[in-house]
């Protein structure tokens, strides 16, 4: 059984910078993908980022594009998410979620994902 546990959320001010976090328990072919994604309250999920774990390669939200950065440490299993000049708008929950390499790269889609932590809680005051 994959899982997934997020860990570095937090409360910052405005412009601030926190990287979170996610260590996975298995490296096999179920767990190629790690994404990032997020909820902000009573909203739906948002996609921020994914990573290929073999190839390294990422793929962007749009929304994430230039303030986010995802990236990972082989060794510890681990997928982390830096986040720069963080806006109140970026509060919300924040997942990472696991899955299968499919259409021969790594889908943004956040229903494609089979496996997910079980979030961590980020507030940006103004």
């Known amino acids: 059984q994959v899982q997934l546990v997020e860990s570095g959320g937090g409360s910052v001010q405005a412009g601030g910078s926190l990287r979170l976090s996610c260590a996975v328990s298995s490296n096999t072919s179920s767990t190629r993908c790690v994404g990032w994604f997020r909820q902000p309250s009573g909203n739906a999920r948002l996609s921020l980022a994914t990573?290929?774990?073999?190839?390294?390669?990422?793929n962007y939200a749009a929304s994430a594009e230039g303030r986010f950065t995802i990236s990972q440490d082989t060794a510890k299993n681990t997928v982390y998410l830096e986040m720069n000049n963080l806006k109140p708008e970026d509060t919300a929950m924040y997942y990472c979620?696991?899955?299968?390499?499919?259409?021969?790269?790594?889908?943004?889609?956040?229903?494609?994902?089979?496996?997910w932590g079980q979030g961590t809680q980020v507030t940006v005051a103004s």
């Open positions: 979620a696991a899955n299968a390499l499919t259409w021969g790269y790594c889908s943004l889609g956040y229903y494609e994902y089979a496996n």
């Open positions: 990573i290929d774990t073999t190839l390294g390669r990422k």
